[in-house]
């Protein structure tokens, strides 16, 4: 007997280890899916929100006396520069937001089989099969949330950075603008003040997505109570619950972008007038007290549900039609 037990115990264990390579094998098989979905998220995402996001961003950096509101930024911006001046910055972002949401959601894909396997889960998630396999709690989703919001934002804060200063020169014709495109831009960035120049603004990039926190967190929460109490397709589940978990994402992170926006639009070399996040936060203060923090705020929560809405659509479908 035990020498029987002795003979088949190598064998077993050999399954094991076959089992384990196949579990592994397939996870990384289809950790590329994240980043092939996240493509069309950033295009989904674009095409909806880019034209509030012009008013977004023009109202934060301007002065309070140029626009009364939204509504007068919309029509001044229409009517002088015409419909294509609500798309001005719009190619960085069409580029930039393709590979963002790759790199973003992939990653956050990524992550997730991380901190489920590794550190929430350990060793359980390698031979769960099918409905088994151990899920990941919010507070998982939402520390997935702020790593891939740190890997994202060195793709980030050079294309927000080449997209606020072109959404901000209001000359109607190109002669008159400082920056003919977003590689003009890049060139005279880079020509002038080095890569140092095109990452200007990086650490409040990074502030900024620290705040994915509350977006994926919110995100799970939100799945959850559609799926445990509504019969709502996935499709529209994923419209709800990416709509919903993006307003929370704005409510919590406005005032950081704000400041992060202030801080891209500022003039680089002696003129600078925000040398540091603190020097850009207390500008704002100044000028308008708390509600400075605010300014903008109404196209950019416009803005978030139909646009995440749909990028996470996008994202879900490509996730589920992809092959494994």
Same mark, same amino acid.
């Given at each position: 007997m035990? +020498? ?5 115990? @190598? ?6 280890q076959? /089992?384990?390579?196949?579990v ?7 950790s590329?899916?994240?980043f092939v ?6 295009i989904?995402k674009?095409?909806?929100g880019?034209?509030?996001?012009t008013?977004?961003?023009?109202l934060?950096?301007?002065e309070k ?5 939204p !509504?007068? #930024? ?9 419909v ?7 190619t ?5 937001? +393709?590979? +963002?949401d790759?790199?973003m959601?992939g ?7 991380? !901190?489920t396997?590794?550190v ?6 390698l031979?769960?099969?099918g409905?088994e396999?151990?899920k ?10 702020i790593m891939?919001g #740190?890997t994202v934002?060195f793709?980030?804060?050079?294309v ?5 200063? !072109?959404?901000?020169?209001?000359a ?8 003919s495109?977003p ?6 960035l880079?020509c002038s ?13 990074? !502030?900024?997505?620290a705040?994915?926190?509350f ?11 559609f799926?445990?109490?509504t019969?709502? /397709?996935? @499709?529209?589940?994923?419209f =709800? ?8 994402? =704005? ?5 950081s ?5 202030r801080?891209?639009?500022d @003039?680089?070399?002696?003129?600078r ?7 850009a936060?207390?500008?704002?203060w ?11 705020f109404?196209? #950019? ?9 749909m990028?996470?659509v996008?994202?879900?479908?490509? +996730?589920?039609a992809?092959?494994?």
């Open positions: 035990p +020498m029987s037990a002795a003979v088949k115990q @190598p064998a077993h264990d050999g399954v094991n076959a /089992s384990d390579k196949q592994i094998a397939s996870q990384g098989s289809k590329y899916k994240g979905a996240g493509v069309f998220s950033g989904a674009l095409s909806v880019h034209p509030f996001d008013i977004k961003v023009r934060q950096t301007t006396s140029h626009f009364r509101g !509504l007068d #930024c919309l029509l001044q911006t229409v009517r002088n520069e015409g294509k001046g609500l798309y001005k910055g719009a960085p972002p069409l580029i930039g937001w +393709m590979f +963002m790759s790199v959601l990653s956050l894909n990524v992550y997730r089989h991380i !901190l396997d590794h929430f889960h350990p060793g359980q998630g031979h769960a099969v409905s396999k151990p990941l709690p919010t507070i998982g989703h939402g520390i997935a949330g891939a #740190c934002s793709i980030a804060a050079p927000e950075h080449v997209k606020a200063r !072109l959404q901000v020169q209001y109607a014709e190109k002669s008159k603008r400082l920056y495109g590689i003009d831009c890049v060139k005279k880079f003040h080095g890569i140092r120049g095109v990452y200007h603004g990086l650490s409040a990039t990074l !502030l900024f997505r705040f994915f926190f977006w994926w967190g919110s995100y799970d929460i939100f799945t959850r109570l799926n445990n109490h019969s709502l /397709s996935l @499709p529209a589940i994923n =709800w619950a990416g709509g919903l978990s993006a307003q929370i994402f =704005w409510l919590t992170s406005y005032p972008d704000v400041v992060k926006q801080i891209m639009t @003039p680089l070399g002696p003129e007038k925000f040398p540091r996040w603190r020097d936060a207390k500008a704002v100044k000028e308008s007290g708390w509600r400075g923090y605010w300014r903008g109404v196209p #950019c929560f416009l803005r978030a549900f139909p646009a995440n809405a990028a996470l996008a994202f879900e479908g490509v +996730m589920r992809l092959p494994d």
